[in-house]
């Protein structure tokens, strides 16, 4: 939580805090970047301390964007739902329908990430599939939504080593 959630609702507070922003009778915008996850949204199992922070989250940018419009502000937020990038963070994760949700290309994400950034985009799923997903999701019961979900990810994270672990064997070799 004091990754993925409280660092940024503590860093966006003393950002906007500043008094070059409270005064929004003129000067330039800005814009706050936001990187979260679709786990913000969908669920999967061994994920859930990392899914309730990424929930949080989406809260959190969803309620300030509206303060925020609300207020007339200056500031803009983007705010990023990937899947699964090829950082080494996931290392080991096997979904059960790769094929149709793969593992994604760091520099892929990056270039998407600047092109939303660019045309101030408010949300931003880097696979339109994912949207999709979220949407048809949340009209689902409880029961077939994780009956899906299980489809879709499986015993994914059965496997997960995750970059920490990772390093640690290479260090004991």
Same mark, same amino acid.
């Given at each position: 939580m004091d990754v993925n959630f409280h660092s940024y609702v503590h860093l966006t507070m003393l950002f906007l805090a500043q008094a070059a922003i409270k005064d929004e009778s003129h000067g330039p915008r800005f814009h706050l970047v936001y990187t979260n996850s679709i786990a913000g949204h969908v669920t999967c199992q061994r994920n859930s301390d990392y899914s309730a922070s990424k929930f949080a989250l989406s809260g959190f940018t969803d309620a300030l964007r509206q303060e925020l419009t609300f207020k007339k502000s200056p500031v803009?937020?983007?705010?990023?739902?990937?899947?699964?990038?090829d950082t080494g963070l996931f290392e080991g994760f096997k979904p059960t329908l790769r094929f149709l949700?793969?593992? !994604?290309?760091?520099? *892929?994400?990056? *270039?998407? /990430?600047?092109?939303?950034? &660019?045309?101030?985009?408010?949300?931003?799923?880097? #696979? %339109?599939? !994912?949207?999709? !997903?979220? !949407?048809?999701? /949340?009209?689902?019961? @409880?029961?077939?939504?994780?009956? @899906?979900?299980?489809?879709?990810?499986?015993?994914? &994270?059965?496997?997960?080593?995750?970059? #920490?672990? #990772?390093? %640690? @064997?290479?260090?004991?070799?």
């Open positions: 803009k937020i983007t705010c990023f739902y990937p899947y699964f990038i949700l793969p593992t !994604l290309k760091a520099e *892929r994400v990056t *270039r998407r /990430m600047h092109a939303a950034i &660019m045309a101030e985009e408010g949300e931003v799923y880097i #696979q %339109s599939i !994912l949207w999709h !997903l979220k !949407l048809f999701l /949340m009209i689902l019961p @409880l029961g077939l939504r994780h009956k @899906l979900q299980n489809l879709l990810v499986g015993q994914g &994270m059965e496997f997960f080593r995750g970059r #920490q672990q #990772q390093e %640690s @064997l290479a260090a004991a070799k």
